[in-house]
């Protein structure tokens, strides 16, 4: 019996560490109007995991990506809700969030 105790947390244990530690996870995507460049929402993979209500999976904190398609980096911010998402402002090469056009 206790070795199975053992087992069980061991397992638990593991599953949490490797939860904390795993990638950032993809959210969603949006594609810029001229479709040269791509949004893309990222969270941490505990996020995932973690009860929330029903519709809340956007509100979960994380990072929005802007990206050429050949996956080149042009800006990131950090968000305290995925779905700002929607919010992005198109600029010609790159995309900006309202909340965050003073950086």
């Avoid at 061991?10 to 795993?22: K, Q, Y």
Wanted: proline share 6%; hydrophobic share 40%; glycine share 8%.
């Amino acid at each position: 019996m206790k070795y199975k105790r053992t087992i069980i947390w061991t397992s638990i244990l593991a599953a949490g560490c490797a939860a904390v530690f795993l990638p950032k996870s993809e959210h969603c995507r949006k594609s810029s109007p001229n479709g040269a460049q791509v949004a893309i929402a990222y969270s941490r993979a505990i996020w995932s995991i973690l009860p929330l209500f029903p519709g809340g999976g956007s509100d979960q904190p994380g990072w929005i990506r802007i990206e050429t398609l050949k996956g080149v980096k042009i800006a990131e911010y950090s968000v305290e809700m995925l779905s700002h998402i929607q919010d992005l402002r198109w600029d010609g090469e790159t995309a900006c969030l309202p909340q965050n056009e003073s950086e």
